[in-house]
């Protein structure tokens, strides 16, 4: 029962904190988007402070996963998944980018750090409004974590 299926699966995987999540080799169902059985799937990191980042990381896993299909192939089978459970979710959009001031009052600094670097480029970049429209926008965020020497 995957979750995150639909559009922008790996924005929201970060931004509700995930660090590791599984590509997957599937069938394309006409009926429904993420449906199809399911070949193969392999690890990928969500880790670095960009999308390019976690892209890189996806070409690694992709290629892996494809490289271990067609080694396999056709001894494997696909395996149907169950698309009644999991989670879907739609397309984010720019306005979705804004970061208010609750956000800073409410959220930790790895959840702001999380939807910050999910939503650098190629994606519309976090950003901050002020009462005029002016815009302070995010294109790079790195967290640095407390060293205990």
């Known amino acids: 029962m995957p979750d995150f299926r639909g559009r922008s699966p790996l924005q929201h995987q970060i931004i509700h904190g995930l660090t590791k999540t599984k590509v997957t080799?599937?069938?394309?169902?006409?009926?429904?988007?993420?449906?199809?059985?399911?070949?193969l799937k392999e690890d990928l990191d969500l880790s670095g402070d960009t999308m390019n980042d976690v892209f890189?990381?996806?070409?690694?896993?992709?290629?892996?996963?494809?490289?271990?299909?067609?080694?396999?192939?056709?001894?494997?089978?696909a395996t149907?998944?169950?698309?009644?459970?999991?989670?879907?979710?739609?397309?984010?959009?720019?306005?979705e980018s804004k970061l208010s001031k609750e956000d800073f009052a409410n959220k930790t600094l790895k959840e702001i750090y999380n939807f910050i670097r999910s939503l650098t480029d190629p994606?519309?970049?976090?950003?901050?409004?002020?009462?005029?429209?002016?815009?302070?926008?995010f294109k790079n965020v790195t967290y640095i974590t407390k060293s205990n020497d």
């Open 56 to 77: 890189e990381n996806l070409i690694t896993s992709s290629t892996k996963l494809l490289y271990s299909f067609f080694n396999e192939y056709p001894k494997i089978e």
């Open 25 to 39: 080799l599937m069938t394309l169902s006409p009926d429904k988007i993420d449906a199809g059985d399911i070949w």
């Open 123 to 137: 994606y519309p970049n976090a950003y901050l409004e002020d009462e005029f429209g002016n815009k302070l926008v």
């Open 80 to 95: 149907e998944q169950n698309i009644k459970n999991g989670t879907y979710f739609k397309r984010r959009k720019p306005e």
